[in-house]
């Protein structure tokens, strides 16, 4: 007697889709084909109609994380909640180092997440210091399982930024230990000039925050890490990358071999920078900032043809009060939008309904790629015999309005309020329990785990996804 067997649902694979069952035992993936030639099992689960796809990895969340002075309004319970009601079985945050080595900030975070997270977790690390005890720490960090890294070129102000040579430092270690470098890319002598500029002439409305980071200042960033990266010889990982520009660059990159990874979100795929001119402008303030349509254009383009690999929710979980606090000022409200729960139904009916992505594209970009890239595969990114049983049943008939009524942490906006989802999750399973179902969460505190990851040494060498 095995635990589950899903069948009669399209099961979608990278590269292929099969009309096949799936059988799940203690909490792995047993078999693949025929129920009739499957063991009994203690739940059949019928998905006639639906699409079967392996569960969603968030490449980009922020969960209980402070920026500009502000504690964000969900913690690992909630927003682990949320991604599982959302599709995603596993999240990745960030480790952020403060007074401490990598090694200590990653820690800490398990210890905060573990007996809280109702799905699986990991972590990059978030280095902002060059000391040299840094540098000896990332070896460790690497080690320790948390093989990521990510880096501001923005934020001096706030003490996290990390200038041309101790980015060149982290390289190096990372070519030494089988590190990824990420980055966070913008210029920030640029953005710096336009917002001080911007605040002389009294010009303070939300669309200054997308004014005062044009698309040069990103693209000139995106363009001067692939440049470390190729001379060092190390992957390179672009976190929320948003302009045409980058995507050009990237495509190029790729062809001629380099492996360069970008990751773009939701928000960018969706909105432009018209959000900015709204009565709720502020809302929107986010980084880099919204674009225009032809940079939307270009993003989903990059997503159907690879050249764009993954795509992250970025969430970040402030609510009105915390996006007011310090005034109306671009400059001074906190960055960021919540959407963790968005990413892979947003993605399925912007994407898969509107001939934008293939069913096997979009399992890619919201599953595969990352597992892959990251160190998860083919653990996780793939319903093949021996990976968890991450399981997601989506329902392309069905719809959904995007609606804070039915937010886990309480949300009072959400970016994407009032939009229909045609398309929706209708049952996730994380490492063989069904988490969520029909509408009701059914997980725990404490079930997730936190995923020690080991890149494959094929992404140093060439393009892997």
Known sequence: MIDIIIENGKVVFPDYTLDT???????????????????????????????????????HCHINSQFMGVSSHDDYETATMAAALGGTTTTMDFATQTDNLPLE????????????????YCFHSCVTSSSDETMENLKEVIGYGAPSFKMFMVYRKEGVMMEDGAILGVLEQAKKHGGLPGFHSENVSIIEHLRERALREGNTDAIYHA??????????????????ARYYGVPVYDYHMSCKEG???????????????????????????????GPDGKNFILSPALRDQEDIDALWRGLADGTVSTVGSDNATWDLEMKSRFGDSFDVVPNGAPGVEFRVPMLFSEGVQKGRLTLNKFVEVTSTNCAKIMGLYPRKGVLNVGSDADVVIIDPKMEKVATTEESPYGMDWYPYEGMTMKGVPVMTISRGKVVYEDGVFQGEPGEGRFLKRRLDPALFTGVIA
């Open 211 to 228: 004014l005062t980071r044009p698309n040069i200042s990103e693209y000139e960033a995106i363009s001067r890490v692939v440049l470390f």
């Open 21 to 59: 069952s799936i059988a799940i035992d203690e909490g792995v993936i047993v078999a693949l084909g025929s129920s009739a030639y499957m063991q009994r099992a203690d739940r059949v689960v019928d998905a006639g109609g639906k699409i079967v796809i392996p569960g969603g990895i968030d490449p």
């Open 247 to 277: 995507v050009d660059l990237m495509r190029r990159t790729r062809k001629e071999g380099f492996p360069a990874y970008a990751e773009t979100c939701t928000h960018y795929l969706l909105f432009t920078k018209e959000k900015l001119k």
């Open 105 to 120: 900030a990653v820690k800490d975070r398990v210890a905060e997440a573990d007996p809280q997270a109702v799905v699986d």
